[in-house]
Protein backbone atom coordinates (compact mmCIF):
# COMPACT_ATOMS: atom_id res chain seq x y z
CA UNK A 1 0.00 0.00 0.00
CA UNK A 2 1.39 3.51 -1.16
CA UNK A 3 1.45 6.08 1.34
CA UNK A 4 0.96 9.77 -0.26
CA UNK A 5 2.62 12.41 2.24
CA UNK A 6 0.04 14.92 3.53
CA UNK A 7 -0.24 18.05 1.41
CA UNK A 8 2.13 20.87 3.33
CA UNK A 9 -0.21 23.48 4.73
CA UNK A 10 2.28 26.63 6.35
CA UNK A 11 1.74 28.07 9.46
CA UNK A 12 1.51 31.25 8.52
CA UNK A 13 -1.86 30.02 6.48
CA UNK A 14 -3.09 28.18 9.09
CA UNK A 15 -2.51 31.37 11.50
CA UNK A 16 -4.11 33.78 9.02
CA UNK A 17 -7.15 31.04 8.38
CA UNK A 18 -7.35 31.02 12.32
CA UNK A 19 -7.30 34.66 12.54
CA UNK A 20 -9.63 35.26 9.78
CA UNK A 21 -12.38 32.37 11.14
CA UNK A 22 -11.93 34.32 14.80
CA UNK A 23 -12.87 38.00 12.99
CA UNK A 24 -15.42 36.71 11.03
CA UNK A 25 -17.41 35.06 14.12
CA UNK A 26 -16.90 38.73 15.90
CA UNK A 27 -18.25 40.51 12.83
CA UNK A 28 -21.50 38.07 12.28
CA UNK A 29 -22.12 38.82 15.47
CA UNK A 30 -21.37 42.09 15.60
CA UNK A 31 -23.65 42.05 12.85
CA UNK A 32 -26.45 40.43 14.10
CA UNK A 33 -26.90 41.00 17.81
CA UNK A 34 -27.43 44.56 17.99
CA UNK A 35 -29.44 44.58 15.09
CA UNK A 36 -31.81 42.04 16.53
CA UNK A 37 -31.42 44.14 20.31
CA UNK A 38 -33.10 47.45 18.50
CA UNK A 39 -35.19 45.53 16.52
CA UNK A 40 -37.38 43.62 19.55
CA UNK A 41 -36.86 47.30 21.52
CA UNK A 42 -38.75 48.87 18.53
CA UNK A 43 -41.40 45.85 18.45
CA UNK A 44 -42.02 46.86 22.59
CA UNK A 45 -42.29 50.24 21.97
CA UNK A 46 -44.75 49.58 19.04
CA UNK A 47 -46.85 47.56 20.88
CA UNK A 48 -46.86 49.49 24.43
CA UNK A 49 -48.29 52.77 22.00
CA UNK A 50 -50.57 50.51 19.51
CA UNK A 51 -52.16 48.65 22.62
CA UNK A 52 -52.57 51.59 24.59
CA UNK A 53 -54.22 53.65 22.01
CA UNK A 54 -56.36 50.69 21.03
CA UNK A 55 -57.64 50.25 24.48
CA UNK A 56 -57.82 54.28 24.98
CA UNK A 57 -60.30 53.89 21.30
CA UNK A 58 -61.97 50.94 23.20
CA UNK A 59 -62.57 52.62 26.51
CA UNK A 60 -64.37 55.47 24.46
CA UNK A 61 -66.20 53.33 22.54
CA UNK A 62 -67.36 50.88 25.91
CA UNK A 63 -69.87 53.81 26.78
CA UNK A 64 -72.22 53.08 24.18
CA UNK A 65 -74.64 50.59 24.44
CA UNK A 66 -74.29 49.18 20.80
CA UNK A 67 -71.65 50.33 17.81
CA UNK A 68 -73.65 52.22 15.10
CA UNK A 69 -71.76 53.94 12.54
CA UNK A 70 -72.82 57.35 13.80
CA UNK A 71 -72.03 56.92 17.13
CA UNK A 72 -68.67 55.57 16.63
CA UNK A 73 -68.07 58.31 13.90
CA UNK A 74 -68.47 60.51 16.50
CA UNK A 75 -66.19 59.48 18.88
CA UNK A 76 -63.66 58.92 16.25
CA UNK A 77 -63.80 62.32 15.35
CA UNK A 78 -62.55 63.21 18.43
CA UNK A 79 -59.27 60.56 18.39
CA UNK A 80 -58.91 60.59 14.96
CA UNK A 81 -55.54 62.81 15.31
CA UNK A 82 -53.31 59.66 15.51
CA UNK A 83 -50.32 58.41 14.38
CA UNK A 84 -51.20 55.29 12.94
CA UNK A 85 -51.55 54.49 9.41
CA UNK A 86 -55.26 52.60 9.77
CA UNK A 87 -57.89 52.89 12.38
CA UNK A 88 -60.38 50.11 11.77
CA UNK A 89 -63.93 49.78 14.53
CA UNK A 90 -66.03 46.85 13.62
CA UNK A 91 -69.82 45.24 15.15
CA UNK A 92 -69.86 41.79 16.96
CA UNK A 93 -70.48 40.41 13.69
CA UNK A 94 -67.46 42.13 12.25
CA UNK A 95 -69.45 44.45 9.87
CA UNK A 96 -66.79 47.60 9.48
CA UNK A 97 -68.16 50.99 11.47
CA UNK A 98 -65.48 53.16 10.60
CA UNK A 99 -62.34 52.89 8.97
CA UNK A 100 -60.03 55.58 8.79
CA UNK A 101 -59.11 54.85 4.98
CA UNK A 102 -61.99 54.12 3.89
CA UNK A 103 -65.36 56.19 4.32
CA UNK A 104 -67.80 53.31 2.63
CA UNK A 105 -68.62 51.33 5.71
CA UNK A 106 -71.72 48.91 6.24
CA UNK A 107 -71.07 46.55 3.54
CA UNK A 108 -67.01 46.05 4.22
CA UNK A 109 -66.00 43.04 6.86
CA UNK A 110 -62.93 43.34 9.04
CA UNK A 111 -61.70 39.67 8.46
CA UNK A 112 -58.36 40.60 9.17
CA UNK A 113 -56.97 37.82 12.06
CA UNK A 114 -56.42 40.21 14.51
CA UNK A 115 -59.96 41.53 14.54
CA UNK A 116 -61.69 38.37 14.29
CA UNK A 117 -59.70 37.13 17.49
CA UNK A 118 -60.29 40.59 19.09
CA UNK A 119 -64.07 39.82 18.15
CA UNK A 120 -63.26 36.45 20.37
CA UNK A 121 -62.16 38.43 23.47
CA UNK A 122 -58.54 38.59 22.95
CA UNK A 123 -55.90 41.41 22.83
CA UNK A 124 -54.01 40.98 19.87
CA UNK A 125 -50.36 42.65 18.92
CA UNK A 126 -48.27 41.59 15.48
CA UNK A 127 -45.28 43.34 14.17
CA UNK A 128 -42.69 42.32 11.50
CA UNK A 129 -39.87 44.30 9.67
CA UNK A 130 -39.52 43.73 6.00
CA UNK A 131 -38.06 45.31 2.70
CA UNK A 132 -36.65 48.51 5.31
CA UNK A 133 -40.41 49.02 7.09
CA UNK A 134 -41.81 48.22 10.32
CA UNK A 135 -45.68 46.52 9.52
CA UNK A 136 -47.72 46.68 13.23
CA UNK A 137 -51.03 46.03 14.01
CA UNK A 138 -53.07 45.86 17.50
CA UNK A 139 -56.72 45.23 18.10
CA UNK A 140 -58.61 44.81 21.01
CA UNK A 141 -62.01 44.26 22.07
CA UNK A 142 -64.61 46.93 23.27
CA UNK A 143 -66.86 45.59 25.87
CA UNK A 144 -70.23 47.10 27.45
CA UNK A 145 -71.41 45.50 30.84
CA UNK A 146 -69.21 42.20 30.00
CA UNK A 147 -70.31 41.86 26.51
CA UNK A 148 -68.41 42.45 23.37
CA UNK A 149 -69.92 44.79 21.38
CA UNK A 150 -67.28 45.16 18.60
CA UNK A 151 -63.55 45.50 17.81
CA UNK A 152 -60.70 47.81 17.64
CA UNK A 153 -58.27 46.97 14.99
CA UNK A 154 -55.11 49.67 14.62
CA UNK A 155 -52.35 49.09 12.41
CA UNK A 156 -49.03 51.24 11.70
CA UNK A 157 -46.74 51.23 8.28
CA UNK A 158 -43.45 52.72 10.07
CA UNK A 159 -40.78 53.29 7.16
CA UNK A 160 -38.80 55.95 8.60
CA UNK A 161 -37.74 53.71 11.88
CA UNK A 162 -37.38 50.81 9.18
CA UNK A 163 -35.09 53.22 7.01
CA UNK A 164 -32.63 53.99 9.99
CA UNK A 165 -32.93 50.36 11.04
CA UNK A 166 -31.54 50.05 7.61
CA UNK A 167 -28.81 52.76 7.46
CA UNK A 168 -27.67 51.12 11.06
CA UNK A 169 -27.35 47.83 9.22
CA UNK A 170 -25.52 49.59 6.19
CA UNK A 171 -23.75 51.41 8.56
CA UNK A 172 -22.61 48.16 10.52
CA UNK A 173 -22.03 46.49 7.00
CA UNK A 174 -19.33 49.13 6.49
CA UNK A 175 -17.47 49.11 9.71
CA UNK A 176 -17.02 45.65 9.35
CA UNK A 177 -15.67 45.13 5.78
CA UNK A 178 -13.12 47.86 6.96
CA UNK A 179 -12.37 45.92 10.35
CA UNK A 180 -12.40 42.76 8.06
CA UNK A 181 -9.35 44.34 5.96
CA UNK A 182 -7.55 45.69 8.72
CA UNK A 183 -7.83 42.62 10.48
CA UNK A 184 -6.65 40.62 7.10
CA UNK A 185 -3.75 43.08 6.82
CA UNK A 186 -2.98 42.77 10.69
CA UNK A 187 -3.21 38.95 11.11
CA UNK A 188 -0.63 38.04 7.71
CA UNK A 189 1.53 40.73 9.12
CA UNK A 190 1.20 38.69 12.62
CA UNK A 191 1.19 35.58 10.87
CA UNK A 192 4.39 36.35 9.02
CA UNK A 193 5.93 37.53 12.07
CA UNK A 194 5.02 34.78 13.91
CA UNK A 195 6.46 32.17 11.10
CA UNK A 196 9.25 34.16 10.56
CA UNK A 197 10.31 33.54 14.24
CA UNK A 198 9.41 29.95 13.91
CA UNK A 199 11.14 29.65 10.64
CA UNK A 200 14.41 30.17 12.18
CA UNK A 201 13.94 27.76 14.97
CA UNK A 202 13.21 25.34 12.08
CA UNK A 203 16.31 26.37 10.33
CA UNK A 204 18.70 26.05 13.24
CA UNK A 205 17.15 22.47 14.20
CA UNK A 206 18.29 21.31 10.82
CA UNK A 207 21.57 22.83 11.48
CA UNK A 208 21.61 21.45 14.81
CA UNK A 209 20.74 17.55 13.04
CA UNK A 210 23.67 18.10 10.50
CA UNK A 211 25.96 18.08 13.55
CA UNK A 212 26.47 22.23 13.37
CA UNK A 213 26.74 23.62 16.94
CA UNK A 214 28.03 26.94 16.41
CA UNK A 215 24.66 28.00 14.91
CA UNK A 216 22.99 30.32 17.16
CA UNK A 217 19.02 31.73 16.86
CA UNK A 218 18.41 35.40 17.19
CA UNK A 219 14.71 36.37 17.69
CA UNK A 220 13.65 39.29 19.27
CA UNK A 221 10.63 40.12 21.46
CA UNK A 222 9.95 38.75 25.35
CA UNK A 223 7.50 35.92 24.80
CA UNK A 224 7.70 31.99 24.91
CA UNK A 225 9.27 32.11 21.12
CA UNK A 226 12.16 33.96 22.18
CA UNK A 227 12.45 32.20 25.50
CA UNK A 228 12.65 28.47 23.65
CA UNK A 229 15.20 30.36 21.19
CA UNK A 230 17.28 30.78 24.61
CA UNK A 231 17.09 27.31 25.38
CA UNK A 232 18.32 26.24 22.14
CA UNK A 233 20.82 28.88 21.99
CA UNK A 234 22.20 26.82 25.35
CA UNK A 235 21.51 23.34 24.15
CA UNK A 236 23.86 24.06 21.05
CA UNK A 237 26.36 25.76 23.45
CA UNK A 238 26.32 22.85 25.59
CA UNK A 239 26.64 20.35 23.03
CA UNK A 240 29.43 22.37 21.09
CA UNK A 241 31.55 22.24 24.55
CA UNK A 242 30.44 18.37 24.82
CA UNK A 243 31.47 17.87 21.38
CA UNK A 244 35.02 19.21 22.03
CA UNK A 245 35.50 17.63 24.85
CA UNK A 246 34.59 14.25 23.11
CA UNK A 247 37.15 15.02 20.53
CA UNK A 248 39.66 16.17 23.13
CA UNK A 249 39.12 13.20 24.74
CA UNK A 250 39.26 11.13 21.72
CA UNK A 251 42.49 12.44 20.85
CA UNK A 252 44.01 12.46 24.28
CA UNK A 253 42.72 9.04 24.99
CA UNK A 254 44.55 7.92 21.39
CA UNK A 255 48.09 9.59 22.45
CA UNK A 256 47.69 7.95 25.79
CA UNK A 257 47.01 4.72 24.50
CA UNK A 258 49.48 4.99 21.51
CA UNK A 259 52.51 6.32 23.75
CA UNK A 260 52.88 2.17 25.57
CA UNK A 261 51.72 0.45 22.18
CA UNK A 262 54.77 2.17 20.26
CA UNK A 263 56.69 0.98 23.23
CA UNK A 264 56.25 -2.87 23.61
CA UNK A 265 56.50 -2.39 19.85
CA UNK A 266 59.67 -0.89 19.43
CA UNK A 267 61.02 -3.39 22.19
CA UNK A 268 59.08 -6.61 20.59
CA UNK A 269 60.74 -5.94 16.91
CA UNK A 270 64.47 -4.81 18.78
CA UNK A 271 64.36 -8.31 20.18
CA UNK A 272 63.43 -9.97 16.70
CA UNK A 273 65.48 -8.35 14.80
CA UNK A 274 68.54 -9.15 17.25
CA UNK A 275 68.11 -12.62 17.05
CA UNK A 276 70.21 -14.81 19.35
CA UNK A 277 73.24 -11.88 19.30
CA UNK A 278 71.18 -10.38 22.23
CA UNK A 279 72.37 -11.41 25.48
CA UNK A 280 69.78 -12.67 28.52
CA UNK A 281 70.16 -10.35 30.88
CA UNK A 282 69.18 -7.67 27.68
CA UNK A 283 66.05 -9.72 26.52
CA UNK A 284 65.24 -10.21 30.65
CA UNK A 285 65.38 -5.96 30.57
CA UNK A 286 63.18 -5.82 27.49
CA UNK A 287 60.51 -7.57 28.45
CA UNK A 288 60.07 -6.15 31.82
CA UNK A 289 59.37 -3.10 30.33
CA UNK A 290 56.89 -4.43 28.05
CA UNK A 291 55.32 -6.06 30.87
CA UNK A 292 55.42 -2.62 32.68
CA UNK A 293 54.09 -0.98 29.58
CA UNK A 294 51.29 -3.79 29.24
CA UNK A 295 50.12 -2.89 33.05
CA UNK A 296 50.48 0.56 31.87
CA UNK A 297 47.87 0.11 29.37
CA UNK A 298 45.58 -1.81 31.19
CA UNK A 299 45.30 0.81 33.70
CA UNK A 300 44.70 3.33 31.18
CA UNK A 301 42.42 1.35 29.82
CA UNK A 302 39.98 0.34 33.08
CA UNK A 303 39.81 3.74 33.67
CA UNK A 304 38.81 4.86 30.95
CA UNK A 305 36.51 2.20 30.96
CA UNK A 306 35.22 3.25 34.62
CA UNK A 307 34.90 7.04 32.51
CA UNK A 308 32.49 5.66 29.61
CA UNK A 309 30.43 3.63 32.76
CA UNK A 310 30.33 7.23 34.36
CA UNK A 311 29.14 8.73 31.47
CA UNK A 312 26.19 6.44 30.80
CA UNK A 313 25.25 5.98 33.95
CA UNK A 314 23.22 2.49 35.00
CA UNK A 315 20.79 2.31 38.12
CA UNK A 316 22.74 2.21 41.37
CA UNK A 317 21.82 -0.26 44.09
CA UNK A 318 23.52 1.46 47.20
CA UNK A 319 24.34 0.03 50.12
CA UNK A 320 25.76 1.37 53.48
CA UNK A 321 29.29 1.79 53.03
CA UNK A 322 31.79 2.54 56.16
CA UNK A 323 33.87 5.57 55.16
CA UNK A 324 36.91 4.21 57.64
CA UNK A 325 36.70 0.75 56.82
CA UNK A 326 37.38 1.76 53.03
CA UNK A 327 40.09 3.36 53.92
CA UNK A 328 41.60 1.08 56.22
CA UNK A 329 41.66 -1.31 53.42
CA UNK A 330 43.12 0.99 51.36
CA UNK A 331 46.06 2.05 53.27
CA UNK A 332 46.89 -1.38 53.91
CA UNK A 333 46.70 -2.50 50.05
CA UNK A 334 49.10 0.60 49.31
CA UNK A 335 51.14 0.35 52.57
CA UNK A 336 54.19 -1.29 50.06
CA UNK A 337 54.33 1.52 47.96
CA UNK A 338 53.95 3.68 50.51
CA UNK A 339 57.08 1.91 52.31
CA UNK A 340 59.15 1.43 48.86
CA UNK A 341 59.31 5.62 48.81
CA UNK A 342 60.06 6.20 52.12
CA UNK A 343 56.35 7.42 52.90
CA UNK A 344 54.57 7.37 55.75
CA UNK A 345 50.73 7.06 57.05
CA UNK A 346 48.99 9.01 59.69
CA UNK A 347 45.40 8.88 60.11
CA UNK A 348 42.39 9.97 62.41
CA UNK A 349 39.58 7.58 60.75
CA UNK A 350 36.39 8.20 62.97
CA UNK A 351 33.68 5.38 63.05
CA UNK A 352 30.73 5.88 62.08
CA UNK A 353 30.75 7.48 59.21
CA UNK A 354 28.29 5.80 57.32
CA UNK A 355 27.34 6.99 53.46
CA UNK A 356 24.70 5.17 51.08
CA UNK A 357 27.27 3.96 47.84
CA UNK A 358 28.44 0.96 46.40
CA UNK A 359 31.71 -0.07 48.21
CA UNK A 360 33.91 -0.29 45.16
CA UNK A 361 33.37 3.00 43.64
CA UNK A 362 34.38 4.57 47.34
CA UNK A 363 37.00 1.93 47.91
CA UNK A 364 38.56 3.87 44.13
CA UNK A 365 37.68 7.45 45.29
CA UNK A 366 39.90 6.59 48.50
CA UNK A 367 42.33 3.92 46.46
CA UNK A 368 42.58 7.20 43.49
CA UNK A 369 43.36 9.95 46.15
CA UNK A 370 45.84 8.01 48.15
CA UNK A 371 47.91 6.88 45.67
CA UNK A 372 48.19 10.17 43.90
CA UNK A 373 49.08 11.66 47.39
CA UNK A 374 52.15 8.77 47.80
CA UNK A 375 53.31 9.55 44.08
CA UNK A 376 53.50 12.86 43.53
CA UNK A 377 54.85 13.57 47.44
CA UNK A 378 58.42 14.34 48.37
CA UNK A 379 60.96 11.40 49.47
CA UNK A 380 60.64 10.32 53.22
CA UNK A 381 57.28 12.44 53.21
CA UNK A 382 53.68 12.09 54.69
CA UNK A 383 50.35 10.98 53.87
CA UNK A 384 47.56 12.07 56.21
CA UNK A 385 44.10 10.62 56.01
CA UNK A 386 40.78 11.89 58.17
CA UNK A 387 37.61 10.62 57.90
CA UNK A 388 34.93 12.46 59.55
CA UNK A 389 31.42 13.33 59.87
CA UNK A 390 29.59 16.43 60.83
CA UNK A 391 26.06 18.40 59.97
CA UNK A 392 24.96 14.67 58.28
CA UNK A 393 27.93 15.38 56.04
CA UNK A 394 31.13 12.64 55.89
CA UNK A 395 34.22 14.06 54.80
CA UNK A 396 37.32 12.78 53.44
CA UNK A 397 40.47 14.16 53.47
CA UNK A 398 43.68 13.45 52.19
CA UNK A 399 46.77 15.58 52.65
CA UNK A 400 50.38 15.23 51.16
CA UNK A 401 53.68 16.67 51.46
CA UNK A 402 54.40 17.35 48.23
CA UNK A 403 55.69 20.16 46.16
CA UNK A 404 51.69 21.32 45.78
CA UNK A 405 49.55 22.04 42.98
CA UNK A 406 49.88 25.77 41.70
CA UNK A 407 46.66 28.13 42.02
CA UNK A 408 46.60 28.42 37.70
CA UNK A 409 46.28 24.71 37.41
CA UNK A 410 43.89 23.92 40.72
CA UNK A 411 40.49 24.19 38.60
CA UNK A 412 42.04 21.85 35.26
CA UNK A 413 43.81 18.57 37.29
CA UNK A 414 39.88 17.45 37.37
CA UNK A 415 39.97 17.64 33.21
CA UNK A 416 40.63 14.07 31.99
CA UNK A 417 44.00 13.59 30.83
CA UNK A 418 45.43 16.79 32.18
CA UNK A 419 48.57 16.60 34.16
CA UNK A 420 50.99 19.16 35.97
CA UNK A 421 53.79 17.88 35.21
CA UNK A 422 53.69 15.54 32.31
CA UNK A 423 57.18 13.82 32.68
CA UNK A 424 56.64 13.08 36.66
CA UNK A 425 53.12 11.62 35.68
CA UNK A 426 54.50 9.22 32.85
CA UNK A 427 57.62 8.34 35.30
CA UNK A 428 55.01 7.51 37.82
CA UNK A 429 52.69 6.08 35.56
CA UNK A 430 49.43 8.27 35.49
CA UNK A 431 47.62 8.99 32.54
CA UNK A 432 45.70 12.08 34.12
CA UNK A 433 42.25 9.86 34.39
CA UNK A 434 42.04 9.51 38.07
CA UNK A 435 41.02 12.78 39.59
CA UNK A 436 38.39 12.45 36.74
CA UNK A 437 37.12 9.39 38.02
CA UNK A 438 37.09 10.59 41.88
CA UNK A 439 35.14 13.86 40.97
CA UNK A 440 32.87 11.91 38.91
CA UNK A 441 32.01 9.19 41.43
CA UNK A 442 31.55 12.18 44.05
CA UNK A 443 29.45 14.08 41.96
CA UNK A 444 27.19 10.80 41.38
CA UNK A 445 26.34 10.32 45.20
CA UNK A 446 25.64 14.23 45.55
CA UNK A 447 28.76 15.29 47.21
CA UNK A 448 31.62 17.38 45.95
CA UNK A 449 35.42 17.35 46.02
CA UNK A 450 37.62 20.57 46.44
CA UNK A 451 41.54 20.85 46.43
CA UNK A 452 43.40 23.30 48.82
CA UNK A 453 46.96 24.16 49.75
CA UNK A 454 48.42 22.30 52.86
CA UNK A 455 49.64 24.80 55.62
CA UNK A 456 52.96 23.75 55.53
CA UNK A 457 53.61 22.21 51.39
CA UNK A 458 51.55 19.97 49.66
CA UNK A 459 48.00 19.66 48.81
CA UNK A 460 44.95 18.55 50.61
CA UNK A 461 41.95 16.83 48.84
CA UNK A 462 38.53 16.83 50.07
CA UNK A 463 35.72 14.67 49.09
CA UNK A 464 32.21 15.30 51.13
CA UNK A 465 29.46 13.41 51.10
CA UNK A 466 25.74 13.48 52.43
CA UNK A 467 26.05 10.52 55.21
CA UNK A 468 23.35 7.50 55.20
CA UNK A 469 19.47 8.02 56.55
CA UNK A 470 18.84 6.23 59.33
CA UNK A 471 16.37 3.80 57.50
CA UNK A 472 19.07 3.04 54.89
CA UNK A 473 21.54 1.77 58.08
Known amino acids: MQHHPKPFVSLRVKFALSYLVITLIILLIMNTYPLFSVERIVFQTKQTALQNEADLIASNLSGLESLTTEGVARVMEVLEDSHVTRMLVADPMGAVLYDSLSRETGEQYALFQEAVLALQGQDIFRCSYDNGAFRSGAAVPVIYRNNIIGAVYLYEYDAQQGMLLKQLQSTLLRISLAILSISLLLGMVIAGTMTRRISN ?31 YNQLTQRLQETDEVRRRFVSDASHELKTPLATIRLLSDSILQSGDQMDQETTREFVSDIGQEAGRL ?51 LEPGCVISALSDDIYQVVYNLVENAIKYNCPEGLVRVLVAKENRRVYLRVEDTGIGIPESEREKIFDRFYRVDKARSREAGGAGLGLSIVRDT ?11 PRVGGGSSFQATFPAAEEEQL
Open 201 to 231: LLTATQSLREGEYTHRVKIQGNDELTQLADQ
Open 298 to 348: SRITEKLLSLTRMDSPQPIHKEPVELEEVAERVLHTLAPLAGSRGISFETL
Open 442 to 452: VHRYGGWLSVR
